[in-house]
C-alpha cells in the first residue's frame, strides 16, 4: 500500500508539473498571438501612412509641375505675341521705308 501511495503521489506531481507547464505554454501562446496582432496592426498603420505621404508628394510636384508648364506656356504665348508684333513693326517701317524710297526715286527722276 506504501507503495501504492507513493506511486500516486509521485503521479500526482508529476500530473501537476505537467498542467503548469501546459498552463504557462498556452499564457505563452496567447501573450504571442497578442504581441503578433500588434505587430500586424502596426505594420497596416505605417504601410497606410507611407502610401498617404507618398501620395501627397506625388499631388505637390504634379501641382508644381501643372504650375512651371503653364508657366513655360505664357512665357512662350508671350514670345510668340511679341515676336509677332516685332516682326510686323519691322515689315511695316521695311515697306515704308520702300514707299518712301520709291518717291524719292519719282521725284529725282521728275527733276
Do not use: C, P
Not at 496592426?41 to 503653364?70: C, G, P, S, T
Not at 516685332?86 to 520709291?102: A, G, H, N, P, S
Amino acid at each position: 500500500m506504501e507503495t501504492t501511495m507513493f506511486t500516486l503521489g509521485v503521479l500526482s506531481i508529476i500530473l501537476a508539473a505537467l498542467v503548469a507547464i501546459v498552463v504557462y505554454g498556452i499564457v505563452t501562446v496567447l501573450k504571442l498571438k497578442t504581441e503578433t496582432t500588434e505587430i500586424w496592426r502596426r505594420i497596416d498603420e505605417n504601410h497606410r501612412d507611407v502610401h498617404l505621404h507618398y501620395d501627397r508628394k506625388f499631388e505637390d510636384m504634379q501641382r508644381d509641375v501643372n504650375m512651371i508648364e503653364a508657366t513655360i506656356m505664357n512665357q512662350i504665348q508671350h514670345a510668340t505675341t511679341h515676336s509677332t508684333s516685332y516682326t510686323d513693326k519691322r515689315i511695316d517701317k521695311l515697306v515704308d521705308t520702300y514707299f518712301e524710297v520709291q518717291s524719292i526715286k519719282k521725284q529725282i527722276l521728275k527733276d
